[in-house]
């Protein structure tokens, strides 16, 4: 695919034309002084733009819908939402609007999206304005994310617009161009179905079957084959996040997708201390979000986008909870084998392993992990080091070293495989502390920061001299750490 300027990248308009009724066409606010603030290159070429048109003057104009491209109908898309268990019945997109479609180099179908590109008549009382920290937080995760090999959005580029946004304090604004593989979420078919038109239901599901799950299509029921495949997408992709130590924060049915990819970078962190009920988002006051419930709330997400596809299960209601509960038992089966077969993979243990002898270990460890209050990525990591004889590392991390030796010489006896542990444990990923460091400098106009911390966790498994301290757990003073929505 040759890289060619976004004008001339064939745009379509296909959620804009098929469901009509959840896209209002408008227009991204103009901004006085867009200048770019991160590219990805990478992600511009299977785009098939070219990078060098996006650094400046239209290119720049075209990232942040200042520039059109011909075939381009913009949309604010309309959802619904379960914002922290209660329905937010008009949410839609209130500082976002969905460029269009264009065709990858692999032949996929991807949204361009805008984040911070003004108010829509979704904006309720929100400014329709977003800020350089937050934006930058989204790039730097997602892009994290993606090199893990964890289903996400993308980040394509921030441009900074020269708009001073009021928060707290006046701040910098800025608009995330987002590439994903679409904009469908929970919350859009519970708005869809909340209109009491079937057909557009029947439509919104027909159009995410064609663009995620095709093969539903032939199935004998293609509605319930949907939601089984939206069941082991989410089942699939929680159990990655859990691994990997990630807390999403902000798991409202609005935020979660019907691809299966991470969406909407809010209040995230990733896990310093292991802890189940570990809560970074300053408004989750009761822990609605925390670490170790995430499975259990995509879950109840689910039952939720079962309740908005129900008339398409079947005619009488009672059969058509009872396809959707049947299908919904699949989720804790799906999830507890991701996260089985993964977690025995963190530790160099062969898949096959007898549950018999990992399950023991597996919960064993968790205890003394969180017991010892050890740093999540740490730990995974220095265990491969463990693996290949060098046990100090992983043992400095306890409080009781003699109870960590125990676990450590089962472990060792089953013979672990350190490579591939290497595989699985990234060595970076985007550290709480490293990220705010990164943006403050950002926001104060340094972009140096951002740069290494984005070569250190897009390159996530290959540990590199010299990047020692994004390896590194925070420093004593800093935290307890907090996030925030809204921002
Ligand atoms: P989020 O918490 O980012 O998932 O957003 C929840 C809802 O609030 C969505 O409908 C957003 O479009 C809307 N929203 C968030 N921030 C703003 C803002 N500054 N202006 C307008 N709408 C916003
Ligand atoms: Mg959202």
Redesign the pocket.
């Known amino acids: 695919m040759t890289a060619v300027a976004p004008p001339a990248v064939a745009f379509g308009g296909r959620f804009a034309r098929e469901l009509s009724e959840l896209a209002i066409p408008w227009q991204a606010e103009e901004a006085p002084e867009p200048h770019l603030l991160v590219l990805n290159e990478p992600l511009a070429a299977e785009l098939g733009m070219d990078p060098d048109y996006l650094r400046e003057g239209d290119g720049v104009r075209f990232l942040i819908g200042n520039l059109v491209p011909g075939g381009a109908t913009p949309v604010a898309q309309a ?1 619904a ?1 379960h ?1 922290f268990g209660w329905l937010a019945p008009r ?6 609007l969905l460029l269009g479609e264009i065709t990858d180099a692999d032949g996929h179908l991807r949204d361009v999206h805008l984040k911070g590109s003004g ?2 008549p ?9 800020v350089v920290g937050p934006m930058l937080r989204e790039y730097i995760v997602s892009e994290a994310m993606h090199a893990m090999g964890i289903p996400t959005t993308r980040s394509l580029a921030v441009v900074a617009t020269g708009r001073p946004v009021l928060r707290d304090t006046m701040l910098p604004g800025a608009v995330l161009t987002r590439v994903a593989s679409s904009h469908l979420r929970v919350g859009t078919f519970q708005y869809a179905r909340a209109t009491g038109d079937l057909g557009l239901l029947r439509r919104l599901a027909d159009h995410a079957i064609t663009r995620h799950f095709p093969g539903a299509a032939e199935a004998e029921q293609p509605y319930l084959a949907l939601f089984q495949s939206v069941i082991a997408a989410q089942a699939a992709l929680v159990a990655q996040w859990m691994l990997v130590g990630f807390v999403h924060g ?1 798991m ?1 049915t ?2 979660m997708t019907i691809s299966g990819e991470t969406i ?1 970078y ?1 209040p995230c962190a990733f896990l310093d201390a292991f802890d189940p009920a570990a809560v970074y988002s300053s408004i989750d006051e009761t822990g609605r979000y925390a670490y170790g419930n995430q499975p259990l709330v995509a879950e109840w997400n689910l039952t939720r986008l079962a309740e908005a596809l129900l008339p398409l299960f079947h005619n009488e209601q009672e059969q058509a909870v009872a396809l959707a509960q049947e299908s919904l038992a699949a989720f804790r089966r799906q999830y507890s084998a991701a996260w089985s077969a993964g977690i025995k993979t963190k530790l160099g243990l062969p898949d096959g392993l007898d549950d018999d002898v990992a399950s023991p270990l597996v919960d064993e460890l968790l205890s003394l992990l969180q017991a010892a209050g050890a740093d999540h990525t740490s730990f995974f990591r220095r265990l491969g080091a463990a693996a290949r004889g060098h046990t100090a590392p992983a043992r400095s991390l306890f409080t009781d070293p003699a109870a960590f030796d125990a676990w450590a010489a089962r472990w060792s006896a089953l013979g672990p495989d350190a490579d591939a542990m290497d595989r699985v444990n990234p060595a970076y990923i985007p550290r709480n502390h490293l990220v705010e460091e990164a943006l403050d400098a950002a926001t104060a106009g340094d972009l140096d920061p951002l740069s290494r911390l984005l070569e250190a966790v897009t390159s996530p498994y290959d540990e590199r001299p010299g990047l020692e301290r994004f390896a590194a757990a925070a420093p004593k003073d800093f935290g307890p750490y907090r996030t925030f ?2 921002t």
């Open positions: 959802y939402g914002q949410l839609g997109d209130g500082r976002a108010r829509t979704f904006a309720r009382g929100g400014d329709g304005l977003a902000v409202n609005d935020n909407d809010g929505c809204g």
